[in-house]
């Protein structure tokens, strides 16, 4: 994942996904918050029978994807919530100081035997394989053996998380004592997610046991790795939808989101009538983009809340897509690259591909979004992970 962030950054592509911006006092601030987590965070006193490590973005303080989850399961859970890159859930515990320290020493470089070679001999762009192989194998290794004394010393029976692909030191550390992995969907699969997809289902190393998901479109829509079982547990957060307003909500998104003013300021010009607001992702902020005459910009609040009022909802790749057309939103995909996340529900007639300002009264309202969100099955789950 990291390779093919650094692969369609490089190349010009795309953007970066969810940029981290520190200045030189909020780098010593998250020094200090680290060496004093070592005696307030430590997770290791007390006792639980399940690890819960939810998702660092917090949208008005609220971690939506396991929320039900950490209520349904009380006292007995351990919460894991890293404050490098969020603000982390009170009374949560973590160990930031030893995953910072993990990738603090190493080598500059590693032999990646011919690999930086051929990936840019095949796409024309370098990328320094082998320094993120220095760093992120003995980072992986220190901490894999850290969680595996953590998790033993709590005889711990299930971890659930969130970003599996991003937490392979805890989930290699449970994979090693035979203990449970259930990693809780997010954001958007598709076969184009290097996170979840592997076709041909291949035997990978350090994947969860089971991937929870929002709705049953989301179980079959990319290749996972041989083994992994997947369930529904639908989506307790999304609120209900509400009346519409002649609003078009265009998401943002780093990667592209540049290209995508330019369709804002495109649906402006050719709706005067039409509200059109550009709404930030979280890890944006204002100073990032130039807005044109036309279009609003959007910060602050709950996404959610807005789209289940807006009449249209414009983006790429964005889960926020899905959530919208949940909540009653019309649907275009603007024809920019990543798009092809989208495939099967423009081929299902959920939304259209944006090719032109004026296709957009064309979008359609999505007539099946159960199957993108299920209402809560959280509480038979975790019911049945106890028995």
């Not at 011919?114 to 082998?130: C, D, N, Y």
């Not at 035979?178 to 290097?194: D, T």
């Not at 369709?263 to 059109?276: M, R």
Request: glycine share 8%; net charge positive.
């Amino acid at each position: 994942m990291r390779v093919f962030h650094e692969l369609t950054r490089r190349s010009g592509i795309h953007g970066a996904p969810h940029p981290v911006r520190r200045t030189a006092t909020g780098k010593a601030a998250l020094v200090g918050r680290h060496v004093a987590g070592v005696a307030t965070r430590s997770p290791f006193p007390g006792r639980y029978d399940a690890l819960v490590v939810p998702h660092p973005r917090k949208p008005n303080g609220v971690e939506i994807y396991t929320d039900e989850l950490r209520t349904l399961l009380g006292d007995r859970a351990l919460i894991l919530d890293s404050g490098i890159n969020g603000v982390p859930l009170p009374d949560s515990k973590n160990l930031d100081f030893f995953t910072s320290a993990a990738g603090a020493v190493h080598r500059r470089t590693a032999d990646d035997r011919g690999s930086a070679a051929a990936l840019e001999k095949l796409t024309g762009v370098r990328v320094p394989i082998g320094a993120l192989l220095a760093r992120e194998i003995p980072k992986h290794l220190r901490l894999r053996a850290l969680y595996r004394t953590l998790l033993k010393k709590h005889r711990i029976r299930t971890v659930y998380l969130v970003v599996a692909y991003f937490h392979q030191h805890i989930v290699g550390a449970a994979r090693d004592l035979g203990i449970r992995v259930v990693e809780l969907q997010h954001g958007a699969i598709s076969p184009f997610h290097l996170g979840y997809s592997y076709p041909g289902r291949p035997a990978v190393a350090d994947q969860p046991d089971e991937l929870w998901c929002f709705g049953s479109y989301w179980t079959d829509v990319a290749d996972l790795p041989a083994g992994m079982r997947t369930e529904v547990m639908g989506a307790p957060f999304l609120p209900a939808p509400g009346p519409k307003t002649d609003r078009v909500v265009v998401l943002s998104q780093g990667t592209i989101g540049a290209e995508l003013v330019r369709t804002a300021e495109a649906i402006a010009t050719h709706y005067p009538d039409l509200e059109v607001l550009y709404r930030l992702h979280p890890s944006e902020r204002p100073e990032d983009y130039t807005i044109p005459p036309g279009v609003k910009l959007s910060t602050g609040g709950s996404t959610l809340d807005l789209l289940a009022t807006a009449k249209y909802q414009v983006g790429v790749s964005t889960t926020a897509l899905f959530e919208g057309m949940a909540l009653g939103c019309r649907t275009a995909v603007a024809d920019l690259p990543g798009h092809e996340y989208l495939d099967a529900p423009i081929a299902k007639g959920h939304a259209v591909l944006l090719q032109d300002p004026a296709q957009l009264t064309q979008a359609p309202l999505c007539d099946d979004p159960s199957s993108y969100y299920a209402p809560s099955s959280l509480s038979r789950l975790a019911a049945e992970q106890t028995q």
